[in-house]
Each structure stands twice: as C-alpha cells, then as structure tokens.
C-alpha cells in the first residue's frame, strides 16, 4: 500500500486515538473537530517525511534526475507530431498502441524542440515553460531547473517565439500535453 492510500487511514486512527472516551458538549465539537484536524494532519505531514526518508528526498532524486539530463546523448525516438496524431482522439491508433507509446515515453528522457509561449517562474531555479507550436504537435509543459547563474540567466532572457531545445523526464502525457519534470535548456 502506498503512503498515499495509508493516510485516509493513519488519520482515521489518529483522530479516534485522540477523541476521549467521555461525551463532548454541543458547543465544544467544533473546537474538537479543529484539533482533530491539526493532529492528523501534523501526523500525516510525519508520514511524508519518514516515506521521504526510507525512499530519498524529492531533491536527491531530482538531483539524480538533472544530472541524468545533462549526460544524455541519446536521441529521442518518438516526435511530438507522432505522439500529437497518435493520441488524439480521432486517431486510428488502437487503445493498446495509444498504451504502448504512452509506456514508451513516460518515465524517460526526451530532448524535443520547442516554440516558446511563455515561461513563468516555478520556484527557486525552477520556470515553467509552456510551448507555442501546439498546431501539430503534442503540448508540452516544461519545468527548467537552472542549475547555475549563467543558466538562470539564459532562460530569463528567453522571449516568446523562440525556439530552443529542451531535454527532460517525461512526467505525464494525455493527448493534449505532456509533461516534462525536471527539464534542462540545450
């Protein structure tokens, strides 16, 4: 069982530890409800944490993911314009193929060039780029992680149209966008 099915079911336990045995006037439920909800939801903050801790932090495994991103030679097997006709839903690829390429791409390391639309930014070091050139093409959702002040500043000097290439781990794919978490600029 995953941690995120366990913590419907840690806070249930949580909150019928906490609730006393003896009845609770009218006028204090609610205060009792507001604790109640404060302590499982500081218990399940702990379940976080120590999951974090036996499986390695999101930042160790985006660090390991970055690093990844910045070797790779490879080139990527798939195009945008095949994944764009493939998925949508007028296709006349079959639902197992639609599976097949999904499972091709999700979870590994695409490079593909981009029509920029916008970039905002994300959180420390990290923007979101969103592609233009969708016409053809599978949308894509960038998050760049800057890894240095010379990067950080390549990136915020980007203006809408141009075109760069970008190189990242597929997160999510549908037919109207995928997602690429964490990314680098080329």
């Not at 099915?5 to 609770?24: D, H, I, K, N």
């Not at 120590?50 to 390991?64: C, H, L, N, W």
Request: glycine share 4%.
């Amino acid at each position: 069982m995953s941690h995120c099915r366990l913590r419907p079911v840690m806070s249930l336990a949580l909150a019928l530890w906490l609730v006393p045995c003896q009845p609770v006037p009218a006028a204090d439920m609610d205060g009792a409800v507001d604790y109640i909800g404060s302590k499982a939801a500081q218990f399940g903050n702990f379940l976080d944490s120590t999951f974090d801790s036996i499986t390695g932090s999101d930042q160790e495994r985006q660090k390991k993911q970055v690093e990844a991103l910045a070797a790779f030679k490879g080139e990527t097997k798939v195009s945008r314009k095949e994944l764009f006709s493939g998925l949508a839903k007028d296709s006349d690829w079959t639902q197992v193929q639609k599976d097949k390429k999904t499972a091709e791409v999700v979870g590994h390391m695409v490079r593909w060039v981009c029509e920029i639309d916008d970039i905002t930014t994300h959180k420390k070091n990290s923007y979101r780029l969103k592609s233009a050139d969708n016409s053809d093409q599978i949308a894509l959702d960038v998050f760049l992680v800057a890894r240095n002040d010379k990067e950080k500043q390549r990136i915020e000097s980007l203006k809408r149209a141009d075109i760069v290439t970008v190189t990242g781990w597929v997160e999510s794919l549908n037919g109207e966008r995928c997602v690429l978490r964490p990314a680098l600029l080329n």
